[in-house]
T-cell receptor, first 113, second 111 residues
């Protein structure tokens, strides 16, 4: 049971480049989330998916798109990276109703120059 | 709007008790969670309060007062390994379990 996995662990992009951050969970969870964390700050929700086939915006969705490919996978895409998107990105998942815990992946450290 | 406030830093000594407070302003409040994050690591779940009162899990307890929009995390018998950042997070009502996080409290435990 790997839990929540994220790839890549580290990435450096130039301004204007695009990339997709991958997230997968093997816990059969319905809900999945993408957060960003800037230095010394809390986590801010970018997008979430309450169940397979649905996605919704969080607090800071601008500049990002998501795809809930299937129940296991939830990807985050930066179409045209900007230095303001330099951050650590965490993916999380949550079991069906009744479980309040979100399980986080190890994070992707992204630098945009 | 919505906001959560918690102290930015707390320092305590090994073996002591420390309380980290969290006040929130939000619509559609469902419950309050606490997460721990060690430097460079992923957040890990500590506790959840959906109802008023105290929840105890080992050395950690969490309290919620919905009428005061206030909660706290209590850490007892502090150990060096408890040095980490602690985040309170509001769970919103009927919104896919999404969380709004506070900015975190950095706890330093000294010998």
């Amino acid at each position: 049971n790997a839990g929540v996995t994220q790839t890549p662990k580290f990435q450096v992009l130039k301004t204007g480049q695009s990339m997709t951050l991958q997230c997968a969970q093997d816990m059969n969870h319905n809900s999945m989330y993408w957060y960003r964390q800037d230095p010394g700050m809390g986590l801010r929700l970018i997008y979430y998916s309450a169940s397979e086939g649905t996605t919704d915006k969080g607090e800071v969705p601008n500049g990002y798109n998501v795809s809930r490919l299937n129940k296991r996978e939830f990807s985050l895409r930066l179409e045209s990276a900007a230095p303001s998107q330099t951050s650590v990105y965490f993916c999380a998942s949550r079991a069906p109703t009744g479980d309040h815990e979100q399980y986080f992946g190890p994070g992707t450290r992204l630098t945009v120059t | 709007g919505q906001s959560l406030e918690q102290p930015s830093e707390v320092t305590a000594v090994e073996g002591a008790i420390v309380q980290i407070n969290c006040t929130y302003q939000t619509s559609g409040f469902y419950g309050l969670s606490w997460y721990q994050q060690h430097d460079g690591g992923a957040p890990t779940f500590l506790s959840y309060n959906g109802l008023d009162g105290l929840e105890e899990t080992g050395r950690f307890s969490s309290f919620l007062s919905r009428s005061d929009s206030y909660g706290y995390l209590l850490l007892q018998e502090l150990q060096m390994k408890d040095s980490a950042s602690y985040f309170c997070a509001v769970r919103k009502n009927n919104q896919g379990g999404k969380l709004i996080f506070g900015q975190g409290t950095e706890l330093s435990v000294k010998p």
